[in-house]
RNA sequence: GGGGCUGUGGGGUAGCCUGGUUAGCCUCAGAGGUUUGGGACCUCUUGACCCCGGUUCAAAUCCGGGCAGCCCCA
């Protein structure tokens, strides 16, 4: 397959990481940008392979959670669509409209509360019913903003999303929570990717919600990424839709619902930004489409044995478990150890003829310039170097969060807090929409957001407002965003 | 939302200002051969001026519009 990755990467993540994104994106085969439809992307089989790889992770741990998957339309009727006031209003520039058919306006759907609220109607009769715990893997489409960015800020957008029905407030959020902790499970441990879970001022909440918590992500340019974003709708869909249930002492009330998105290239965006290097990626072994990559050294006279000798070597790792590919392409092995580098797997194997003399492979971990060697008869040890090769992407991810966040006192602070490439801390008036004139000012003068308070503990403020020096209610974070 | 820059074989580019020969270079790709321990070499070959319109004897080059990308500002 011919794409763009026969060369190595012109820039220095350091020197300039929005080109070196660009860069990185196309010649590690995730995507390929030559179809020129803007805000919508191809995905080569191996960028495609690692998605995949996401949203099996997400789909697994949902189900554990107790949820169940299911498919909704991709087309949503206007009436549905306009059903929740607030919903409609904040979504209307967005949507993608079909033609009408049959005097129905159908638009492409942009999220889906407005096709599992309906059916939760349906689905839910009694408090027997509740929790009702739904998923879907999808697309949704959003006619954002001029400003499309690859994989970052798409118009098509490729997630997962679930929508939860309880019976009470409490269950919806304690489902919140439950929320944040599958980011976690899967961003955080499993990808390497370090959150901040900020509640959302309400100028800035989902259009329907009651409040919205997002997980923030660091680039390493210093700008903050919204990730997995988890809402409660409390019962403003459930009105809408005259969605009720039958509770224990037979009286019909209004059902909680609650809704979280995981946006799958956005996560891969996280994961390239966050590991990769000036060879290109590094992937984590839980999505890599191969964690171990042989490259066999041939010479004319031990082609054949050489070839037949990694064949049991790939065969051995396969019973373990292992996903494993053995390269036997005619490009020489300077060559392919560039390439696989590009792609970021994790660990590579050499087998020549001075391996097969001393009945051990050479080994080199991505993240080492080192070579080391390993027992044929040891290859179960593998799993080990993996697990530890995983821990260790967490770990300097971990560090690289650390002294990022810091407190400030005035303005001046907090921008030269933010021109370092940090979040700055501080004490802010209000959430609430009174506080909405001093974000606006922090939007102008400081080119930054309020991006929220702290979701997963208290936090009290002892001030006054940094902007209107009133009394201040709420500690809250500002950073620059894409 | 406003502004700027850009678009040349698969990838990267020169040429454009000042219109005029066969559109140059690197790389990749295909065929053949020699090779293979950190991007091997030789021979031959294919392949391009983003789209639509205008000006002109003549447009990659100038003008208008579209599409797409990058950057800056709100």
Same mark, same amino acid.
Request: glycine letters at 6%; a positive charge.
């Given at each position: 397959?011919?794409?763009?990755?026969?060369?190595?990467?012109?820039?220095?993540?350091?020197?300039?990481?929005?080109?070196?994104?660009?860069?990185?994106?196309?010649?590690?085969?995730?995507?390929?940008?030559?179809?020129?439809?803007?805000?919508?992307?191809?995905? =080569?089989?191996?960028?495609?392979?690692?998605?995949?790889?996401?949203?099996?992770? /997400?789909?697994?741990? %949902?189900?554990?959670?107790?949820?169940?998957?299911?498919?909704?339309?991709?087309?949503?009727?206007?009436?549905?669509?306009?059903?929740?006031?607030? *919903?409609?209003?904040?979504?209307?520039?967005?949507?993608?409209?079909?033609?009408?058919?049959?005097?129905?306006?159908?638009?492409? #759907?942009?999220?889906?509360?407005? !096709?599992?609220?309906?059916?939760?109607?349906?689905?839910?009769?009694?408090?027997?019913?509740?929790?009702?715990?739904?998923?879907?893997?999808?697309?949704?489409?959003?006619?954002?903003?001029?400003?499309?960015? &690859?994989?970052?800020?798409?118009?098509?957008?490729?997630?997962?999303?679930?929508?939860?029905?309880?019976?009470?407030?409490?269950?919806?959020?304690?489902?919140?929570?439950?929320?944040?902790?599958?980011?976690?499970?899967?961003?955080?441990?499993?990808?390497?990717?370090?959150?901040?879970?900020?509640?959302?001022?309400?100028?800035?909440?989902?259009?329907?919600?009651?409040?919205?918590?997002?997980?923030?992500?660091?680039?390493?340019?210093?700008?903050?990424?919204?990730?997995?974003?988890?809402?409660?709708?409390?019962?403003?869909?459930?009105?809408? /839709? +005259?969605?009720?249930?039958?509770?224990?002492?037979?009286?019909?009330?209004?059902?909680?619902?609650?809704?979280?998105? &995981?946006?799958?290239?956005?996560?891969?965006? $996280?994961?390239?930004?966050? *590991?990769?290097?000036?060879?290109?990626?590094? !992937?984590?072994?839980?999505?890599?489409?191969? $964690?171990?990559?042989?490259?066999?050294?041939?010479?004319?006279?031990?082609?054949?044995?050489?070839?037949?000798?990694?064949?049991?070597?790939?065969?051995?790792?396969?019973?373990?478990?292992?996903?494993?590919?053995?390269?036997?392409?005619?490009?020489?092995?300077?060559?392919?150890?560039?390439?696989?580098?590009?792609?970021?797997?994790?660990?590579?194997?050499?087998?020549?003829?001075?391996?097969?003399?001393?009945?051990?492979?050479?080994?080199?971990?991505?993240?080492?310039?080192?070579?080391? @060697?390993?027992?044929?008869?040891?290859? @179960?040890?593998? *799993?080990?170097?993996?697990?530890?090769?995983?821990?260790?992407?967490?770990? @300097?991810?971990? +560090?690289? !969060?650390?002294?990022?966040? %810091?407190?400030?006192? +005035?303005?001046?602070?907090?921008?030269?807090?933010?021109?370092?490439?940090?979040?700055?801390?501080?004490?802010?008036?209000?959430?609430?929409?009174?506080?909405?004139?001093?974000?606006?000012?922090?939007?102008?003068?400081?080119?930054?957001?309020?991006?929220?308070?702290?979701?997963?503990?208290?936090?009290?403020? $002892?001030?006054? =407002?940094?902007?209107?020096? @009133?009394?201040? $209610?709420?500690?809250?974070?500002?950073? #620059?965003?894409?």
């Amino acid at each position: 397959m011919e794409t763009k990755s026969s060369q190595g990467l012109s820039v220095k993540k350091s020197e300039d990481f929005s080109k070196w994104f660009s860069e990185i994106i196309e010649k590690s085969d995730i995507v390929d940008l030559r179809l020129d439809i803007k805000g919508f992307m191809v995905f =080569c089989p191996w960028g495609a392979t690692i998605l995949e790889r996401i949203f099996r992770l /997400f789909s697994d741990e %949902l189900e554990r959670k107790g949820h169940k998957q299911t498919f909704m339309p991709t087309v949503i009727p206007e009436e549905n669509l306009k059903k929740e006031s607030s *919903h409609i209003a904040g979504f209307t520039p967005e949507v993608f409209w079909l033609k009408e058919i049959n005097k129905e306006k159908l638009a492409l #759907r942009p999220t889906s509360e407005t !096709l599992y609220t309906p059916m939760f109607k349906l689905w839910v009769r009694s408090h027997r019913d509740i929790p009702l715990k739904l998923y879907q893997r999808g697309s949704v489409f959003r006619l954002d903003t001029k400003a499309t960015r &690859p994989l970052i800020r798409t118009r098509e957008i490729l997630w997962i999303e679930a929508h939860d029905a309880f019976a009470t407030k409490a269950q919806a959020e304690a489902q919140v929570q439950e929320d944040i902790q599958i980011t976690e499970e899967i961003m955080h441990k499993k990808l390497g990717i370090p959150f901040l879970p900020m509640k959302r001022p309400s100028w800035d909440k989902f259009a329907g919600a009651e409040y919205t918590i997002g997980s923030d992500v660091m680039m390493p340019d210093g700008k903050l990424i919204q990730q997995p974003s988890t809402h409660l709708m409390g019962q403003k869909f459930s009105k809408a /839709f +005259n969605a009720t249930f039958k509770n224990e002492k037979g009286k019909e009330e209004f059902l909680w619902t609650t809704a979280y998105g &995981p946006a799958m290239s956005r996560i891969l965006a $996280s994961v390239i930004a966050m *590991h990769g290097d000036d060879k290109g990626l590094v !992937l984590p072994s839980s999505v890599s489409p191969v $964690s171990i990559v042989i490259v066999p050294i041939l010479r004319k006279e031990n082609k054949e044995l050489v070839i037949k000798e990694a064949n049991k070597i790939k065969e051995k790792i396969q019973e373990l478990g292992l996903k494993v590919e053995l390269d036997i392409s005619e490009k020489s092995p300077g060559e392919k150890f560039h390439i696989w580098e590009l792609r970021g797997v994790p660990i590579r194997l050499e087998i020549g003829e001075n391996e097969l003399k001393a009945k051990e492979l050479t080994l080199s971990l991505r993240t080492s310039d080192k070579k080391e @060697k390993i027992k044929i008869s040891e290859l @179960k040890k593998l *799993h080990t170097i993996i697990d530890k090769y995983d821990q260790d992407l967490v770990k @300097k991810a971990d +560090n690289s !969060l650390k002294g990022k966040i %810091l407190d400030a006192k +005035n303005k001046k602070e907090v921008l030269e807090i933010l021109d370092k490439g940090c979040i700055a801390r501080v004490n802010f008036c209000s959430t609430d929409e009174q506080g909405a004139k001093c974000a606006g000012i922090v939007e102008k003068e400081m080119n930054a957001e309020v991006r929220g308070t702290m979701a997963n503990k208290k936090e009290s403020a $002892s001030g006054n =407002c940094l902007i209107c020096g @009133k009394k201040a $209610s709420e500690i809250i974070y500002i950073g #620059r965003s894409y």
